[in-house]
């Protein structure tokens, strides 16, 4: 039963690098986000998506891109790293459409130098 | 300004003492999730509620919708309930908005 899968767990990042953070789920659900977690403050949206092909920006979208070929999987990718960028990165998913159980996957600890 | 106000931000407890977690938020919601993160884990979930009261072991969640407000109870708190402890409000359009979390510690 594995839920929402997020690789890799910990990566370190030169200024300029570009890299993409892999996140799948098998619970064949719709939506799926990714966050950024920051010393204190809350979650905060980067992309979303309600199905294949489609996708949108959430409320920190700079600096990163996404792609929503499957069901399964939603990547997000680094374009060029930023100090900025370090933080701990959250993939969820959750069926779409009505209220349900939100389901992350385990984080990704990302330090740009 | 945010969507989502939890309190407190940090809380410490002895171990069996009654927990309260407090949160507040300012949207129309279609639920409130809470939500629990271990140091160095993921965050899983603990509840979903729309209305009224749920109860799973020793936590309990309430909501009362005209006042936006909810709780999150722990009750006999113990050291393994050590942890943060977030607040999301989800609208109707499935987005979510997170409260900045609540970190508990039980000190046996």
């Known amino acids: 039963n594995a839920g929402v899968t997020q690789t890799p767990k910990f990566q370190v990042l030169k200024t300029g690098q570009s890299m993409t953070l892999q996140c799948a789920q098998d619970?064949?659900?719709?939506?799926m986000s990714w966050y950024r977690q920051d010393p204190g403050m809350g979650l905060r949206l980067i992309h979303y998506s309600v199905g294949a092909g489609i996708t949108d920006q959430g409320e920190v979208p700079n600096g990163y891109n996404v792609s929503r070929s499957t069901t399964e999987d939603f990547p997000l990718r680094l374009l060029s790293a930023a100090p900025s960028q370090t933080s701990v990165y959250f993939c969820a998913s959750s069926p779409h459409g009505f209220v349900n159980t939100i389901y992350f996957g385990e984080g990704s600890w990302l330090t740009v130098v | 300004k945010n969507e989502v106000e939890q309190s407190p931000q940090n809380l410490t407890a002895q171990e069996g003492e009654f927990i309260t977690i407090n949160c507040s938020y300012s949207?129309?919601?279609?639920?409130l999730h809470w939500l629990q993160q271990h140091p160095g884990g993921g965050i899983v979930s603990l509840f979903m509620?729309?209305?009224g009261k749920k109860k799973h072991g020793r936590l309990i969640a309430t909501i009362n919708i005209q006042e936006k407000h909810s709780s999150l109870h722990i009750t006999a708190s113990h050291p393994r309930d050590s942890a943060v402890y977030i607040c999301a409000a989800e609208n109707t359009g499935n987005q979510f908005y997170f409260g900045t979390g609540t970190s508990l510690t039980v000190i046996p």
């Open positions: 619970m064949n659900h719709e939506y």
């Open positions: 949207v129309g919601i279609s639920a």
């Open positions: 509620l729309s209305s």
